[in-house]
């Protein structure tokens, strides 16, 4: 156990130094919530595509409002993966959260402290300047009550460097069956 935590730790600051050598702009972020792998990402130049994870601009109205209630602190990251790109159906039908006729996920009416979460409900084709935000964890904050997010409040995709975490490697949201996809 204690060779795991020397081997982890050392990998992790060997990826931090090498990327600190090799993209001396390179930008950092911690990410200290629940509903993503905690650990470390870096800014990447991936291009958004489904399954990829993206900081989400702290001054989207997403991100504000998650600040404001409390779930996370002023200018705290919020990030998400890709689930549904242009061109693709999302729908929202009670609390069931749909992408392509395949169910997803579920959205609670309330959070751990008995607030109403927002709500939204149709079914739409995302625009070329949509994509829907969707986390594995039941309790994240995303697409599911938000709906779909402007590309332009996305801060770029990140990779994550470095995890405590040894079950991140399944995060993952299983499914687009119609097109044979997981992401």
């Not at 409390?70 to 549904?84: C, M, S, T």
């Amino acid at each position: 156990m204690k060779l795991y935590w020397l081997s982890a730790t050392a990998a992790g600051l060997s990826a931090v130094v090498a990327g600190l050598i090799f993209d001396p702009q390179a930008r950092f972020i911690w990410n200290r919530t629940g509903s993503a792998p905690e650990g470390l990402y870096v800014l990447s130049d991936e291009p958004i595509t489904r399954g990829v994870w993206v900081i989400v601009s702290p001054r989207s109205s997403e991100a504000e409002w998650v600040s404001k209630r409390g779930y996370i602190g002023e200018d705290w990251p919020l990030i998400k993966r890709v689930a549904a790109l242009p061109g693709d159906e999302i729908c929202r039908e009670g609390n069931a959260i749909s992408i392509n006729h395949v169910r997803f996920a579920e959205a609670l009416e309330s959070d751990s402290l008995g607030r109403q979460m927002p709500v939204w409900h149709s079914c739409s084709i995302l625009a070329e300047d949509e994509v829907f935000l969707l986390n594995s964890h039941p309790r994240s904050i995303d697409g599911r009550y938000f709906g779909p997010t402007k590309v332009s409040d996305i801060g770029g995709s990140i990779r994550l460097l470095w995890t405590w975490d040894k079950q991140t490697t399944d995060m993952s949201v299983q499914g687009d069956t119609e097109r044979g996809q997981e992401f």
